[in-house]
Every structure is written in structure tokens, then in C-alpha cells.
């Protein structure tokens, strides 16, 4: 099993900028944090969960939501076993609790069925 811990979330106003930690411990014969697709999704008030950002095929591509393209950054550190979501520009709407996600699978890396391990998620609020 592996396990999945984010950090980093916290109050900000609106342009600022945060760094969300995933950090990954334990791992499954031949399923380890560098061979994993890792996702950020996150979930506002009274809405559904969205996909947000992922990276995968072992780091070399990465695929972003529309409204998060050119504001956010993901990345991992494989020797850290930790992954990253750098956002900048943050806006109200913005705000949500934030989760990351880690799976072995070939498909849509925007489909949050398709992550075996998620974390339990980090409060991040965006002030106008």
C-alpha cells in the first residue's frame, strides 16, 4: 500500500503563491512513486471533485486543467518520493481542499477513478 500525505496548504491572498507537498511512503512489488502517474485534484464547498494538474509516464509529460494552464506547475522529486503543485496568480475561485493522487494505469489521467491512492487532502483559501 502506498500512502500518500499532502502539506503546504494555508491562507493567501488573491495573487499570491503556495507550494503543495505530496509525500509517498510504502510501496507494492513493482509499484513504487517513480513508476506512478501523480494527480492533484481538489473539491470546493458544495461541488464536485476536479481534476487539476497530473504528471506521468514516469515524469515526462504533464497535462493541466484550462483554468489552472500557465499559473500552476507540477513536478516530483522521485528521490524525495515527493511530488509538487507550485501555484502562483491564485485567485478566489481557486479555493479547495486539495488532494493528491497516485496510480499505475494507461488512461485518463484526468479521471480521478482511475488513482488507487489519494491523500487526505490540504485547505487551501484564496482572499480577494
Known amino acids: 500500500q502506498m500512502q500518500l500525505e499532502e502539506s503546504g496548504g494555508g491562507l493567501v491572498q488573491a495573487g499570491g503563491s503556495l507550494r503543495l507537498s505530496c509525500a509517498a511512503s510504502?510501496?507494492?512489488?513493482?509499484?513504487?512513486?517513480?513508476?506512478?502517474?501523480m494527480g492533484w485534484f481538489r473539491q470546493a464547498p458544495g461541488k464536485e471533485r476536479e481534476f487539476v494538474a497530473a504528471i506521468f509516464q514516469l515524469g515526462r509529460y504533464t497535462y493541466y486543467e484550462d483554468s489552472v494552464k500557465g499559473r500552476f506547475t507540477i513536478s516530483r522529486d522521485v528521490a524525495k518520493n515527493t511530488g509538487y503543485l507550485q501555484m502562483n496568480s491564485l485567485k478566489p475561485e481557486d479555493t479547495a481542499v486539495y488532494f493528491c493522487a497516485a496510480g499505475f494505469f494507461r488512461g485518463a489521467v484526468q479521471r480521478g477513478e482511475n488513482y488507487d491512492y489519494w491523500g487526505q487532502g490540504t485547505q487551501v483559501t484564496v482572499s480577494s
Open positions: 510504502g510501496a507494492a512489488s513493482g509499484r513504487t512513486f517513480d513508476n506512478a502517474a
